[in-house]
């Protein structure tokens, strides 16, 4: 437990100066671009960070997203499996590390950790960037062609973000089997949005399938009470914007909120949330209404009243993926008439 856990704060220091040089308009541009392509819905069959420039820019802007995402993913883990921590890291598609960064800033301490990508332009600015946290600084950067012919050495945590949406149908389901092969516990993230939440059931359904048990966000290993292509199981993590999130995307707010959608299992036994919040819960005089995914497994709007007494201040201060209770009494539906 030697090495301290390092905020966000440290990565957006670290990846200030990376555009040191380049004109703000041409970064702009090229993260516009890198954006579209990472937002398309056709597979790419080449890496789409071309080079320095492009992974400087595409760093500079969406590391800090990834890095929350994940680490929230991972803390919704940590809740699960309280007393575990992984001896050994693997990231899968890990471009510049942000998750490598997140799992330094969940768990104290020194592991091998392995970042594999295609993009060498990628794998040497993580490489550079991760001279500034202790963790990472003996970290492997391993250039690797992630798909159907991907291996994976044995390891406790393997983590996935934001890479599924860049293969192919019979690719993911080959990453998905090769990361519940090698690992222990297995964190996979996608964009907050329908396709994205698609494809993170499409994991966990494999994941069970090879035995593993859901710690999060779902309070139960059985199938999604969602009905297929009526909603979709979202996140919310809060982003500082830098500069350049400002250029991009315009507007004025010193932060911006990043939806994704994720699973965390493990092979390990687990002891998820007895339910979630699933939405951002909607305060009203004298009584919060929560959005709640439950153990049977069902959905169900739960009403909190004052009346509820201390279980009602725990409504006020819940937010969005909150494990629900939080804590003080109550059952793990909270009692009320429902909507």
Same mark, same amino acid.
């Given at each position: 437990? @030697? ?6 704060? @440290?990565?957006?220091?670290? #990846? *200030? ?7 703000? !308009? ?5 993260? $516009?671009?890198?954006?579209?392509? &990472? ?5 790419? /069959?080449?890496?789409? #960070?071309? /080079? ?15 890095? $929350?995402?994940? !680490? ?17 890291? =693997? /990231? +899968? %598609?890990?471009? =510049? ?12 301490? $020194? ?14 600015? %993580? ?5 500034? @946290?202790?963790?990472? !600084? ?9 798909? *159907?012919?991907?291996? #994976? ?8 973000? &934001? +890479?599924? @949406?860049?293969?192919?149908?019979? /690719? ?7 990361a519940a092969s090698a690992a222990r516990a297995v964190v996979i993230v996608e964009p907050g949005t329908p396709d994205g939440y698609a494809r993170i059931i499409e994991a966990r359904d494999r994941l069970i399938a090879a035995g593993f048990h859901i710690a999060a966000p779902c309070p139960h290993s059985a199938?999604?009470?969602? *009905?297929? %292509? ?23 707010l010193a932060y911006e909120d990043e939806k994704f959608s994720y699973v965390a299992a493990s092979r390990l036994p687990v002891e998820p949330a007895p339910s979630r919040i699933v939405r951002r819960p909607q305060i009203r005089k004298g009584q919060v209404l929560l959005d709640l995914c439950e153990k049977d497994?069902?959905?169900? !709007? ?6 509820? %007494?201390? #279980? ?21 539906? *909270? ?5």
């Open positions: 437990m @030697n090495v301290p856990v390092l905020p966000a704060e @440290n990565l957006r220091s670290a #990846l *200030a100066g990376l555009l040191d040089g380049l004109p703000p !308009r041409q970064a702009a541009q090229a993260v $516009e671009r890198l954006i579209a392509n &990472y937002r398309g819905a056709t597979p790419t /069959d080449a890496p789409i #960070l071309r /080079d320095r420039a492009d992974v400087a820019a595409y760093a500079a802007y969406r590391m800090p997203a990834t890095f $929350e995402a994940v !680490r929230s993913a991972l803390e919704a883990f940590v809740d699960a499996v309280p007393s575990w921590a992984p001896g050994g890291h =693997t /990231d +899968v %598609g890990g471009g =510049t590390g942000a998750a490598a960064w997140a799992v330094s800033a969940t768990w104290d301490g $020194e592991r091998p950790v392995t970042v594999l990508d295609w993009a060498e332009p990628a794998l040497a600015l %993580g490489r550079e960037i991760a001279e500034a @946290n202790p963790a990472l !600084r003996d970290a492997r950067w391993q250039r690797s062609r992630i798909g *159907a012919a991907l291996t #994976l050495e044995s390891t406790d945590l393997v983590t996935v973000s &934001y +890479v599924l @949406n860049e293969l192919t149908s019979a /690719d993911r389901t080959a990453l998905v089997d090769a199938a999604c009470p969602i *009905a297929p %292509g009526s909603d979709w199981c979202h996140f919310s993590a809060r982003v500082s914007r830098s500069s350049l999130h400002r250029q991009v995307k315009g507007g004025s497994p069902s959905l169900r !709007r739960a009403t909190v009243t004052k009346r509820h %007494g201390d #279980l009602y201040k725990s409504a006020r201060d819940a937010d969005w993926g909150d494990p629900w209770p939080d804590a003080g009494p109550g059952p793990a539906s *909270a009692p009320g008439p429902t909507a």
